[in-house]
Antibody, heavy 113, light 111 residues
């Protein structure tokens, strides 16, 4: 059974940093591209970033480019999202997805002073 | 690529059909012959669940009352007979181009 478990969310002050993790199991992690999608409270879905199966290629939404970095460790079956210089507009539930059929339950990031 | 959905909300009597449309600002047909278009349902308090991939393919476990159709820039999700468990927000998405983009969502509730 495919499972994706996000962690690392929480309350952070504006300008701060967080690193999200997504632990994958039930499939050959290194064979699949992965992505992060977020959802602000009461709002729709927004794609944030994606990474190739090898980790050699990554893309970002303009809203996070230069602040967020996606990475993966195929030996640990884990996807990461390093988020720097966070602002209130980054407050959201962050989901990891195995493009595009399997999603985790999400982790909430709240940026507030 | 901008994704638009109509309607943005609909209320359906159980057992009746429902239809949601999605239009993309550019063609989603790739040179590899695939059309990179998806439908999701997000039930309250849950992550999105994939219903349809590449326009018309039902994802694993999706009931056959859900069907997808369309081509190029115009797509439709049909529910042949709505059930109470179909309540939630339906999103379309394209992955042919970065940034991947979603439609604004269509909220379905039961009359």
């Amino acid at each position: 059974e495919v499972q994706l478990l996000e962690s690392g969310g929480g309350l952070v002050q504006p300008g701060g940093s967080l690193r999200l993790s997504c632990a994958a199991s039930g499939f050959t992690f290194s064979s699949y591209a992965m992505s992060w999608v977020r959802q602000a409270p009461g709002k729709g879905l927004e794609w944030v970033s994606g990474i190739s199966n090898s980790g050699g290629g990554a893309d970002y939404a303009d809203s996070v480019k230069g602040r967020f970095t996606i990475s993966r460790d195929n030996s640990k079956n884990t996807l990461y999202l390093q988020m720097n210089n966070l602002g209130a507009e980054d407050t959201a539930v962050y989901y990891c997805t195995r493009n595009w059929g399997y999603w985790g339950q999400g982790t909430l990031v709240t940026v507030s002073s | 690529i901008v994704m638009t959905q109509t309607p943005l909300s609909l209320s359906v009597t159980p057992g009746q059909p429902a239809s949601i449309s999605c239009r993309s600002s550019q063609s989603l047909l790739h040179s590899d012959g695939k059309t990179y278009f998806y439908w999701y349902l997000q039930k309250p308090g849950q992550p999105p669940h994939l219903l349809i991939y590449e326009v018309s393919n039902r994802f694993s476990g999706v009931p056959d009352r859900f069907s997808g159709s369309g081509s190029g820039t115009d797509f439709t999700l049909k529910i042949s007979r709505v059930e109470a468990e179909d309540v939630g927000v339906y999103y379309c998405m394209q992955t042919i181009q970065v940034p991947r983009t979603f439609g604004p969502g269509t909220r379905l509730d039961i009359k």
